[in-house]
């Protein structure tokens, strides 16, 4: 199936900065950090995981080997050519547990109660409204065992920087974006998705956040994501009714992204927050 090349890298089923490129661009530039994470979130050898929101399934070659031979993997995502790349990556053989993959929606996850013994979501749940992401923590409840883990990487944008472009650009872009778009709204909750683990009735919860900064001289591959992200935003600003001196700093971008990043003072900055924690016993 044809991967979307837009600058809002839209999956055919609507989600922005959800396509395969994307995810790619994302996974590379920040692999060191993703990497730690991942093993951070306790996942034993011999466990059946799931993968809610595979995406193209970045995270698959780590998570078979930290689950091993003895485990497994299911993966499930709604965007068919997202789920057809993770079955070419399952029959590459370059995976160390079997895998399988289905398409689906995390909502009514096709699975019986207790069926994993862990649940893996990454950049996932910024597209769920609090209303939404309440529903989808009790379908992932519903189907981990009673001890098992459940683990969130949830996206906070309120460090989301791209110096030494005022820092200030960003928040008015974010705090006008926001107000109409859910999935920007939804990536402000990283650091709050605690809470909705105590709703959950979850028990040891614990979250860890990470700051991810990339500063001048970029590798080529940090450059096409920070690239792609300034694409993204001057894009979002593009359609804002933003103060002129702030449209017109977003045109340059869009225009000479690179004026930015080859800049001697660049830093990029991410941030984000792993959640983790257990199923009660009954
Ligand atoms: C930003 S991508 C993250 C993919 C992957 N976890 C990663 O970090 O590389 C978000 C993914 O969530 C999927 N997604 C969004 N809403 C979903 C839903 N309701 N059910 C299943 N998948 C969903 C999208 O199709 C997309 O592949």
Known sequence: MKQTRDAYQTTTTGHKLGSGHHLDRHYYALQKE?????RAAGFQSGWHVLDAGSGNGLFLPLLSELVGSSGA??????????IEEVEELAKSGNLACPVE?????LTAL????????????????QYFTDEQLSQLMGEFRRVVKPNGVIAIKGVDISVWQFQPQHPILMWRLLELESRDNTQLSGAMRGTRLPGWFRDAGLTEIVSKTTLAERRHPLKGVEREYIRGNLEFLSKLAAGQKLPEIDAKEWRAIADTPDAL???????????????TGRVPMP
């Not at 993997?73 to 997202?82: F, G, H, R, T």
């Not at 862990?118 to 996932?124: I, T, Y």
């Not at 990043?261 to 959640?275: A, G, P, Q, S």
Request: charge should be negative; glycine fraction near 4%.
């Open 261 to 275: 990043i080859n800049h001697l003072d660049f830093c990029y900055r991410e941030m984000y927050v792993l959640t």
């Open 34 to 38: 993703y990497e730690e994470t991942l």
């Open 73 to 82: 993997i299911s993966a499930i995502d709604l965007a068919p050519e997202n």
């Open 101 to 105: 993959a289905t398409v689906g929606d």
């Open 110 to 125: 096709p699975y019986e109660d207790n069926h994993f013994d862990g649940l893996w979501s990454a950049n996932v749940t």
